[in-house]
């Protein structure tokens, strides 16, 4: 009997737990300050103390600041990938339009995020940029605490 309660405790859940576009909530969900910035092989610590982006997962949409620009759009996560996958499609902000394809590692509140240049065909396969390589950035991000 007690196994059927877990069952339908679970369902309930996870039915309530559905946004009312029909998306699922990713783990994602809420306020990320990015902690980290490496584009190209270059780290960029003095940009990320400097202008203090963060980046906001709400239902499947997402919205990340850098200063005073701001990129919006909707993303779509592939958790089975061999590599957790991430799509990005812009809808607002400089790279409007395009597509952006990523991988993604999450542990705990951190995220790790290593995302192809804008419109690039090609996903990263592993984390990590390189000054003679692709054209890739990857954040590192800590969950905003709950007020």
Do not use: H
């Not at 007690?2 to 679970?10: C, G």
């Not at 909530?25 to 940009?47: I, R």
């Not at 590692?105 to 390589?133: N, Q, V």
């Amino acid at each position: 009997m007690r196994p059927v309660i877990l069952f339908l405790a679970a369902c309930s859940l996870t039915t309530a737990a559905v946004a009312q576009d029909g998306t699922a909530p990713t783990p994602f969900q809420g306020t990320w300050d990015v902690v980290k910035l490496e584009q190209t092989g270059e780290d960029l610590a003095d940009l990320v103390k400097a202008e203090k982006p963060t980046m906001v997962f709400d239902g499947n949409r997402y919205t990340f600041t850098l200063g005073d620009e701001v990129e919006k759009g909707t993303f779509k996560l592939d958790p089975k990938a061999k590599t957790p996958a991430l799509d990005y499609d812009i809808t607002e902000g400089t790279q409007k339009g395009k597509k952006q394809l990523g991988i993604y590692k999450l542990e705990g509140d951190t995220l790790t995020l290593c995302l192809a240049e804008e419109g690039a065909k090609a996903r990263p396969t592993k984390f990590g940029t390189a000054e003679d390589g692709p054209e890739y950035v990857m954040f590192t991000l800590k969950r905003r605490a709950k007020k």
